[in-house]
């Protein structure tokens, strides 16, 4: 049951819980900003993200939000300070170790999006241990991207259906947009009807380009590590004012 908090929140906005989107996607940002506005090092908006994100994924539950995916590290990250990249990745295993009581508790199923290939060996066996333990939870999946680069799940999923064309599993003639989203990192998933940006910034970064053709977007200049639950239900309420035409007039 919504804790009188949750409660009280969704008395004060116009949330319909029958109409909450399916699917939602957040970009995560603004940890790094965070850290600097408090004069704190990196890691330490990087950890006030992470348990940020904890309770947006009760919430979400709550709300009966289906799907939950959010960029945690992108292909483009790599490009940070090698100190930075290791205090992530050690945050990467700690949070598997401390969530995977809550996510049976609130029966989340994780799932991972992305190129896992490049990170170290250990950290591929946690997070696939973890999928492991979450697969029959059934009430929320989390997504996490890690690694994950729009363009590079193209890349790679255009190379795999090249191959699967030569070696005669599929016709060049039965290329639909429904097939090249079979081959996506998504594949599992709807699309996202909403996608949620924090820290103000005004583009996608590369994130699920195929994936948000028709998504609603929902900009926030509140920094990942200040998003609390009222901040998710405003922008669940903003989403359920728009008429999503999906291309029609």
């Known amino acids: ?17 029958q109409k909450t989107p399916s699917h939602v996607a957040i970009i995560m940002d603004g940890n790094r900003r965070w850290a600097k506005k408090h004069s704190l090092p990196a890691i330490v908006g990087h950890t006030k993200g992470a348990q940020t994100l904890t309770n947006i994924v009760k919430v979400a539950n709550k709300l009966k939000i289906k799907t939950l995916t959010v960029f945690a590290f992108s292909t483009e990250n790599w ?7 290791k205090n992530i990745m050690k945050l990467f295993n700690v949070y598997l170790k401390k969530q995977l009581k809550f996510m049976q508790k609130e029966k989340v199923r994780l799932d991972v ?7 170290d060996k250990n950290l591929q066996k946690a997070f696939l241990d973890v999928i492991d333990k979450t697969k029959n939870n059934q009430n929320i999946n989390l997504v996490l991207a890690i690694n994950y680069g729009a363009k590079n799940e193209m890349k790679r999923a255009i190379l795999k259906m090249i191959e699967d064309v030569e070696n005669k599993k599929i ?3 039965d290329i639909s947009e429904n097939l090249i989203s079979s081959y996506l990192d998504t594949k599992n998933y709807p699309d996202p009807d909403l996608l949620i940006r924090t820290s103000n910034e005004n583009r996608i970064s590369n994130f699920l380009l195929w994936q948000l053709s028709y998504s609603e ?9 200040d998003f609390k639950e009222k ?11 728009r008429k999503r035409r999906l291309g029609g007039n």
């Open 231 to 241: 901040d998710f239900i405003e922008a669940i309420s903003e989403f359920q004012k």
């Open 113 to 119: 999006i992305g190129d896992l290939s490049k990170l």
């Open 171 to 173: 016709l060049k003639k």
């Open 217 to 225: 977007i929902y900009i926030t200049k509140i920094l990942w590590p």
């Open 1 to 17: 049951m919504p804790s009188s908090k949750t409660k009280q929140n969704l008395r004060s906005s116009v949330v319909d819980l």
């Open 79 to 85: 490009s940070r300070s090698e100190k930075e990249i």
